[in-house]
């Protein structure tokens, strides 16, 4: 192997050059798909490569363009349990898609905010360990995207940002999502509602939950801080909350959960005090997990399109890297209700 990429039978850089009577610079240029070099130039150069047998490698490549050829993706420690919760190994599939179709390689980081783990992912992209992130949720006094921003570096966010840099990021509508599945509840007659918040330091939370706010206000009726209730985003998350909930002598006719598995958790806890789901309590959820499906009743909830927010914030990653200064890019993606049995 030489330098620059995997030679066949002795083939080297300065055989490529030789024989498409262009210098070796000319060759690594070529390789880095600089683009000074005009496409005839490119077009003879490739060609002599594949007669010769000659395939610059990844290494090579990165070494040539002084890039890693890798996408970063930071998800926050502050979901522990984050791969047990389907919505991360679906955007994780989704950004991987995009990467394979060019030939990038993922990182996969966490953060919990602190300082020297701000400090951690800012130096793995000056390093150039990669070449731009993913942040896979964002928190209410996030330090980190305000770093990306300061240092140009190219990032997407999926979710919404709380500050006031602009920045690139993808989302579904999760207030007016929320308001949708609020408006259902009460629609169906359960009108005392509480809340599984999930963390209440993730935007996404708080944005779910100010849709549940805004229709409750709409309808004049109370918003019961008492029955708001916040845990981790796990199954057990939801059982503890709506334990805790009732517990407390807290009655309630809906529940409504930022998230499927808060949603499916608590419809454990209500069935072993013997509580008819749908029926004495009706329950939604968020995100339309495969777990929403298979759990009797049928959960009722609203279905975002983890995917394809994955892929779609990859592919305005590779724009921002190939750009020549950031470009905030901004999409929305359409989020549905999906009503079963269980409201």
């Excluded at 502050?78 to 389907?86: K, L, W």
């Excluded at 999760?174 to 209440?200: K, S, T, Y």
Aim: glycine letters at 8%; a negative charge.
């Amino acid at each position: 192997m030489t330098a620059l990429g995997v030679r066949a039978m002795g083939v080297t850089i300065i055989d490529v050059a030789r024989s498409a009577r262009v210098s070796p610079s000319t060759v690594s240029r070529v390789i880095a798909d600089h683009p000074r070099i005009s496409q005839t130039t490119k077009d003879k150069v490739r060609q002599a490569m594949r007669e010769l047998g000659y395939y610059p490698n990844a290494i090579a490549r990165s070494l040539v363009n002084q890039t890693s050829n890798s996408l970063g993706v930071i998800r926050s420690r502050i979901t522990e349990q984050a791969f047990s919760n389907p919505f991360f190994p679906d955007v994780i599939r989704g950004i991987s898609s995009v990467a394979r179709q060019h030939h990038l390689s993922l990182v996969l980081s966490t953060n919990s905010g602190t300082s020297s783990e701000d400090l951690e992912c800012l130096n793995m992209l000056r390093q150039r360990q990669v070449d731009g992130v993913v942040l896979l949720a964002s928190h209410r006094d996030d330090q980190l995207i305000p770093a990306l921003a300061d240092e140009e570096f190219p990032f997407v966010l999926i979710g919404r940002h709380a500050g006031p840099e602009a920045i690139s990021w993808v989302n579904n509508d999760n207030v007016a999502a929320a308001r949708e599945a609020a408006e259902l509840l009460l629609q169906r007659g359960f009108e005392r509602v509480a809340c599984l918040a999930g963390d209440p330091d993730l935007v996404v939370s708080i944005d779910r939950m100010q849709g549940y706010v805004e229709v409750l206000t709409a309808h004049g009726l109370e918003v019961d801080e008492d029955l708001i209730a916040y845990s981790d985003f796990s199954l057990d998350g939801g059982y503890q909350a709506v334990k805790g909930l009732l517990g407390k002598g807290k009655a309630f006719t809906g529940l409504f959960c930022v998230d499927d598995l808060l949603a499916v958790g608590a419809i454990r806890a209500l069935q072993e005090l013997g509580v008819r789901v749908g029926t004495d309590v009706g329950v939604i959820g968020f995100n339309d997990t495969v777990l929403g499906a298979c759990i009797d009743p049928p959960l009722t909830t609203v279905r975002v399109p983890i995917y394809e927010l994955g892929q779609a914030a990859a592919e305005i990653l590779v724009e921002q890297i190939h750009a020549t200064g950031p470009i905030p890019n901004h999409r929305i993606l359409p989020a549905q209700l999906v009503v079963r049995q269980s409201c």
